[in-house]
């Protein structure tokens, strides 16, 4: 089913975002199977080739590359790059100054970002990395045993998705073709739930796909009613998935669940493995870097910068996503030396000035803090990972990962 899907029903019944799909995602798979160096090697140079052009054809970018005395062949994975901060503001104000002029209009696509915290800011994509971003998100999706053509129900619970189920070209490239099906939209209650579990029971979808907070209100109303279909995969995202949440979803469904990492304005960029033992942020889409601004129990607790590997429209470099996360000090089992988050805790929006004098971030966290210490010094430096012995079954999946 998958292959039949990304190599013919997507290419041809969508081209505008599947035009090219078998061979990017044939570019993907060559990745993953290269060693860590070479993996290294090619990022760096995909990340030099990006700010190449971002410091050619974006005048925002040439201004900041100059003043900060900075050049892209001085880029280099293992270092922070030396230029500032983007931030939302920059996004809003800097406005044309940030699209490249290599692009005419009719090669960009124009995108908002989300609105969690504040109104959503418009920028560009150019089409082949839209294009790009939705091979990896399928590449991703193959980690959590997810093939394109495989019956999924959506969980969102938003309003205004239900716009998109009047648009009959949407319902039948997401209906009928990927086979992905977004139950009636609306607040979440007793009436919605029931529909829903109805809908699920009908469908025994194998792929349960949403955000974490309605995907645990759902499991919660299932095991109240009963259950009696169990899907391969629950994938959580949009949402920090907590620890409390991830048990009621092991518990209901009997398997654990698979947390993604994404946003609108960067695509889906990082995502657990088979082991669970974190988000792997994956080298072929962005470079990661993560500034440490404060103390948690769990440890150091970094915001997320992202330079995005794969939008030359409009190049997001050292974005601040406002993401906070805690990282893990060994490598995951499966052997991928891929960038690995432990936790990610919710969304860094202002500071505040303690009684010490202190700067303190207020993040939106799932899970309690009780004793936030002072920040430590910016920093930006990704901590060395103890590595983990790899048994010889996990070798071999790592050899095969793809």
């Known amino acids: 089913m998958g292959i039949l899907h990304t190599h013919f029903i ?26 860590e160096r070479q993996q290294r090697k090619v990022q760096q140079d995909r990340l030099r080739k990006l700010l190449e052009h971002a410091y050619t054809t974006v005048p925002f970018y040439r201004r900041q590359f100059d003043s900060a005395g900075f050049h892209p062949r001085e880029a280099r994975v293992d270092h922070p790059l030396p230029l500032p901060v983007l931030t939302r503001e920059d996004l809003r104000t800097a406005a ?25 800011t418009r ?56 086979r992905q099906t977004p139950p009636p939209p609306g607040i979440v209650g007793i009436e919605v739930l029931e529909k829903w579990r109805w809908r699920y029971e009908k469908q025994r979808p194998k792929i349960l796909y949403g955000r974490a907070t309605v995907l645990a209100a759902f499991a919660g109303y ?11 995969a629950v994938i959580s995202t949009a949402e920090v ?13 009997k398997s654990a669940p698979f947390n993604y990492y994404g946003r609108r304005d960067v695509g889906m960029i990082a995502a657990e493995c088979s082991e669970h033992e ?29 330079t995005d590997l794969l939008n030359y429209g409009q190049p997001f470099i050292r974005f601040d996503t406002g993401d906070c996360v805690t990282l893990t000090e060994q490598s995951c089992s499966c052997g991928r030396w891929f960038p690995l988050v432990g936790k990610i805790l919710g969304r860094l929006d202002q500071n505040s000035i303690v009684a010490n004098g202190a700067v303190v971030p207020n993040v939106t966290f799932n ?13 930006l430096a990704l901590p060395a990972r103890r590595k983990r012995a790899v048994s010889r079954p996990a070798q071999k999946k790592r050899a095969m990962s793809a």
């Open 367 to 379: 899970d309690p803090w009780n004793s936030m210490k002072t920040p430590v010094q910016p920093v």
């Open 241 to 253: 998935l907590s620890l409390q949440h991830r048990r009621l979803l092991a518990s209901v469904f």
């Open 96 to 120: 044309t100054w940030l699209v490249s002029s290599a692009f005419p209009a009719e090669k960009l696509r124009v995108a908002l970002s989300g609105a969690t915290h504040r109104m959503p």
């Open 10 to 35: 997507l290419p041809l019944t969508e081209p505008e975002r599947h035009a090219g799909l078998p061979g990017r995602l044939r570019q993907i798979k060559k990745f993953e199977r290269m060693s």
């Open 123 to 178: 920028f560009h994509r150019d089409i082949e990395g839209v294009r790009d971003k939705v091979a990896l998100k399928m590449k991703l999706d193959e980690w959590a045993g997810f093939r394109a053509g495989d019956s999924a129900m959506m969980l969102w619970g938003a309003i205004s998705d239900a716009a998109r189920e009047f648009n009959w070209r949407w319902r039948v490239d997401e209906g009928v073709f990927m």
């Open 278 to 306: 974190g988000l792997h942020f994956h080298p072929w889409s962005s470079f990661v870097e993560f500034d440490p601004i404060a103390q948690s129990p769990d440890g150091p607790v970094y915001r997320v910068l992202v």
């Open 222 to 232: 299932l095991r109240e009613r009963g259950i009696t279909h169990r899907p391969n």
